[in-house]
């Protein structure tokens, strides 16, 4: 079965101390990794796709990595304003056309100033 | 940029109400998805459509249905709406590119809907 999982659920840090989100994923045959950010009550916002092994995104303070089992959200130096909740998602092959996109739970990250 | 509406912000309705949903993109997508999150339960497909008048149901679509009569337009319709479909709403769409490997989806803000 087709899975995602985050860790860790929930991470606290000080502003200006890097840290790194997970994201391991099983699916049959990856078509694309997405990254979104979700600010409370709001739907969340698209970020970075990644569609193979060794590819890496960067966005300001953040920087998305692919193996073909993980992909990490690296947070270079955050300040409060990247306080949200970060999804992963993944899009499998199914036959010979592009599935639907299946959600990990979720990081919640929250950056003390 | 893409740009996903949907009708309404914050709903509250009654048991037994019937309950329409409304979503809008202006970026010609010809996929639409409604999904239901719930805390601890994360993001759960109920229908998507990938033509008009086209629907399917994803992974949770008991007690809903949906219309897509409009390209630009999905609506989720809940018959009789019940306590257990209290719950945040979203809408998203994407575009089908002949030939691509994937394709991202975009959200609308949501619709927090409160049944009584």
């Known amino acids: 079965e087709d899975q995602v999982t985050q860790s860790p659920e929930a991470l606290r840090l000080q502003e200006g101390e890097s840290s790194s989100l997970n994201c391991s994923y099983t699916?049959?045959?990856?078509?694309?990794l997405f990254w979104y950010r979700q600010d409370p009550g709001k739907g969340p916002e698209f970020l970075f796709t990644?569609?193979?092994a060794g590819e890496e995104k960067e966005k300001e303070r953040l920087k998305a990595t692919l193996t073909k089992k993980e992909s990490f959200l690296h947070i270079t130096a955050p300040k409060p304003e990247d306080s949200a909740t970060y999804l992963c998602?993944?899009?499998?092959?199914?036959?010979?056309?592009?599935?639907?996109?299946?959600f990990g739970k979720g990081t919640k990250l929250s950056v003390k100033p | 940029d893409v740009k996903v509406t949907q009708s309404s912000r914050y709903l509250v309705k009654r048991t037994g109400e019937k309950v329409f949903l409304e979503c809008v993109q202006d970026?010609?997508?010809?996929?639409m998805f409604w999904y239901r999150q719930d805390p601890g339960l994360g993001l759960r497909l109920i229908y998507f459509?990938?033509?008009?008048?086209?629907?399917e149901k994803g992974d949770i679509p008991e007690g809903y249905s949906v219309s897509r009569e409009k390209k630009e337009r999905f609506s989720l319709i809940l018959e009789s709406a019940s306590t257990n479909q209290t719950s945040m709403y979203l809408c998203?769409?994407?575009?089908?590119?002949?030939?691509?490997?994937?394709?991202?989806?975009?959200f609308g803000p949501g619709t927090r809907l409160t049944v009584l």
């Open positions: 998203a769409s994407s575009p089908t590119r002949p030939g691509a490997y994937y394709n991202e989806q975009f």
């Open positions: 699916v049959s045959g990856l078509r694309g």
């Open positions: 990644l569609y193979s």
């Open positions: 998602a993944v899009q499998a092959k199914v036959g010979g056309s592009q599935g639907n996109l299946i």
């Open positions: 970026m010609d997508h010809e996929n």
């Open positions: 459509s990938y033509d008009v008048k086209m629907k």
